[in-house]
């Protein structure tokens, strides 16, 4: 008992040493999250890092790198494209531009997840401050995440950094009565920008602009909000443009929510991507999988084609109401506690989870209402579609470090009661 109160004691001390000096936190993170990601990087064979076609983004990414068209992210040529939102496909078609189709180029690709992730990690100190918990909880959630090694790449690291810095642009419009038409018009240009990186963000974001609404008593703050909006709207309007004019239409960011909507939706669907793929043929129908699918959506278009693919899944849904619920249920089980079809993996995730919950009830006493909508208002609101579509692991990295930083808050409440 007298080693275990030493060691504890050993450990408050090495933490709060840790945290005593933001600089420090941040480079001691980074480089154990970065060396870890590196030596792993380092067991990859060069031949698994030359970039192909076979997924939507390395596709995208290999039409801008060499035609400079946004296009062809499908089993075949099918012409321009609002598959993916842009910002990160172009992030990767400037690696490629500067080091070819080589496994350089994948080396490259990788180092930036890494470099992300570290950064994201190695500020969870910080962001847990602002958010109105300690620095400690942030160091231990950062500390958990640096061990955590997934290869996730499509922007998700770099999208929870953007989410954290909004949601800190918030808190401080709630808090700080320091609102200004300028300070108003960054932040929507900044939000709009961050819809072409991830448009799932979007719920969270009127999350936040709808408890500022309640939370504000002056109709002068609500003008603020107005110019917010208006930064949203010139934010979204070259890339709405360029749909328009390719397409004809009119969508949010990406065209390919009825696709989506249908691959989650059928008969014989699982509640996972990784489920239907496991099976001996696949249950879904998608144009990047099969050269069928491909060839239709290109005798259509893109548009039409997501239409349809949205009314079969609706149609379904409708039919089939008890089937619609159960998957629901299981995507929401899926993304909260872990992938159901696999155990043993998904008992990290419904750690985490625990932890963060428990982290929650133990802190959100202390914590001004501002400062729990902060908090709550992604984890309610990022989620909400990935409850209706099929569901894959990575969909949920942009929000665990709230997780993170919520565990690291009960952890480190543990340690310093013993």
Request: net charge positive; with cysteine; proline share 6%.
């Amino acid at each position: 008992m007298f080693r275990k109160h030493r060691l504890l004691s050993a450990l408050r001390a090495g933490v709060v040493w840790m945290v005593d000096s933001p600089r420090r936190s941040f480079i001691v993170l980074f480089l154990l999250s970065f060396a870890i990601r590196v030596n792993q990087l380092n067991q990859i064979p060069s031949s698994y890092l030359i970039p192909t076609a076979n997924r939507e983004l390395g596709a995208i990414a290999i039409s801008l790198m060499q035609t400079g068209q946004f296009a062809n992210p499908y089993r075949i040529p099918t012409g321009p494209t609002a598959h993916l939102p842009p910002i990160y496909p172009f992030i990767v078609s400037v690696i490629y531009r500067w080091f070819g189709l080589t496994p350089a180029a994948g080396y490259g690709s990788l180092l930036f997840i890494a470099v992300t992730v570290s950064v994201l990690y190695s500020i969870l100190p910080w962001f847990a401050q602002q958010l109105g918990l300690s620095r400690q909880a942030g160091f231990v959630g950062g500390l958990a995440g640096a061990f955590l090694v997934e290869w996730h790449g499509h922007g998700e690291y770099l999208t929870g950094i953007v989410l954290g810095l909004l949601l800190i642009a918030f808190l401080a419009r709630w808090t700080k009565n320091r609102v200004s038409w300028r300070g108003s018009l960054l932040l929507g240009l900044a939000m709009g920008a961050a819809f072409h990186l991830q448009p799932a963000l979007l719920p969270v974001m009127l999350g936040c602009m709808a408890f500022e609404l309640w939370w504000s008593r002056s109709q002068r703050k609500r003008t603020f909000l107005g110019v917010t909006t208006l930064g949203i709207v010139l934010a979204c309007v070259p890339w709405a443009w360029r749909n328009y004019t390719t397409f004809n239409a009119i969508f949010f960011i990406r065209s390919n929510m009825g696709l989506e909507l249908r691959m989650g939706n059928h008969g014989g669907a699982a509640a996972t991507i990784e489920a239907m793929d496991a099976q001996a043929h696949r249950q879904y129908l998608h144009p990047a999988a099969l050269s069928t699918e491909a060839s239709i959506l290109r005798d259509m278009g893109e548009i039409e084609y997501m239409r349809q693919a949205g009314q079969e899944a609706l149609d379904w849904i409708r039919t089939h109401p008890g089937d619609f619920l159960w998957l629901t249920v299981q995507r929401i089980a899926d993304l909260w506690l872990g992938l159901l079809h696999k155990p043993l993996a998904a008992s990290g995730v419904l750690a985490l989870t625990i932890l963060a919950f428990w982290g929650m009830w133990q802190t959100f006493p202390s914590l001004t209402i501002p400062q729990r909508a902060a908090l709550i208002i992604p984890l309610a609101t990022y989620p909400v579609i990935y409850y209706v579509v099929a569901y894959m692991p990575r969909y949920r990295v942009p929000i665990d470090w709230i997780l993170f930083i919520l565990a690291g808050a009960a952890v480190r409440r543990w340690i310093g009661r013993k």
